[in-house]
Nanobody, 127 residues
Framework: QVQLVESGGGLVQPGGSLRLSCAASGFTFRSYWMYWVRQAPGKGLEWVSTIATGGQITHYASSVRGRFTISRDNAKNTIYLQMNSLNSEDTAVYYC????????????????????RGQGTQVTVSS
């Protein structure tokens, strides 16, 4: 079955950096566009970033563009999110998600990914 395991979160001061990882299994990872999404306290799920199957196409929410970088290693079935210049508005539980169908291109928004989600990794930005 599909498994997504996020890691790398933690407590960081404003302006700091973190690198999140998501290890995937149970599906043909290299054939799926992958996504990072987040949920802040009391808010709904927010799409953060997209990466195409080969990593050649990436897309970011305006709130994180220029600060976050998504990447993937298809040999390791893993995606990453390098987060720099973190601020309090980045505080959330971060999840990775997979596209709805193999090779389906979807650049942004909550309609791009399916229902599978890991346990998430908590990112807290606070001084």
């Amino acid at each position: 079955q599909v498994q997504l395991v996020e890691s790398g979160g933690g407590l960081v001061q404003p302006g700091g950096s973190l690198r999140l990882s998501c290890a995937a299994s149970g599906f043909t990872f290299r054939s799926y566009w992958m996504y990072w999404v987040r949920q802040a306290p009391g808010k709904g799920l927010e799409w953060v970033s997209t990466i195409a199957t080969g990593g050649q196409i990436t897309h970011y929410a305006s709130s994180v563009r220029g600060r976050f970088t998504i990447s993937r290693d298809n040999a390791k079935n893993t995606i990453y999110l390098q987060m720099n210049s973190l601020n309090s508005e980045d505080t959330a539980v971060y999840y990775c998600a997979k596209g709805r169908r193999p090779d389906a291109a979807c650049f942004s928004g909550n309609g791009c990914f399916d229902q599978y989600r890991g346990q998430g990794t908590q990112v807290t930005v606070s001084s």
